[in-house]
């Protein structure tokens, strides 16, 4: 009898633990889920307002902030409703399943972000050799997403070319370069000497503002790794208990 006691007691003690932390995974999950849905919304409009807005690469065209936040939004959304059913239905295989993706994806952003610490420099090469191809379908049909983001940069940064503003000449094979290069803004006044130009370098400009900006990119990766570390936690303990429940209660 004070044997049989104890199981319940335990068996009690399981299930309360249980839902406790079966509630606060499937509120974190909505939220992961909301913010999927958040993602996709943005990534939609831009790819419907912008086109290819941010498309820079020549290499991998379909490398755009429209493609990567549809992408990763839909990624986030599946996940975070695999989370809330698991939690829901306190399924041990969907919340194994929930586990392991976002693992995964885990693993694979702390492998994305050594390798580009440590082949920092060649991919500083790549990039700027890729960007200098891209600069060569500024301004013809189908590349709007790529005509705009260069004159966005251009404006805003207030920066010519990638390394140079010479690197315009190779595109217009002529002393010229995009009106968004210009001091001051007027039809054509790409045409007019460099005098009237943005003397400084896009390439290493965008560098030094994200470098300055270090501070704001760190925390938002902390962030987004400590939310991942918060679900990959929430997962396993409610595995555990699910099995603990059904251990104590059998």
Known sequence: EPRRSGELKRCSMAHNCLQCIKYLMFVFNLLFWLGGCGILGVGIWLAVTQGNFATLSSSFPSLSAANLLIVTGTFVMIIGF??????????????????????????????????????????????????????????????????????????????????????????????RVPDSCCLEFSENCGLHSPGTWWKAPCYETVKIWLQENLLAVGIFGLCTAMVQILGLTFAMTMYCQVVKADTYCA
């Open 82 to 175: 695999v989370g809330c059913i698991g939690a829901i239905k306190e399924n041990k295989c969907l919340l194994l399943s929930f586990f392991i993706m976002l693992l995964i994806i885990f693993l694979l952003e702390l492998t994305v972000v050594i390798l580009f610490f440590v082949y920092s420099d060649k991919i500083d090469k790549y990039a700027q050799r890729d960007l200098k191809k891209g600069l060569h379908l500024y301004g013809t049909d189908g590349n709007i997403g790529l005509t705009n983001a260069w004159s966005i940069i251009q404006t805003d940064f207030r920066c010519c070319g990638v390394s140079n503003y010479t690197d315009w000449f190779e595109v217009y094979n002529a002393t």
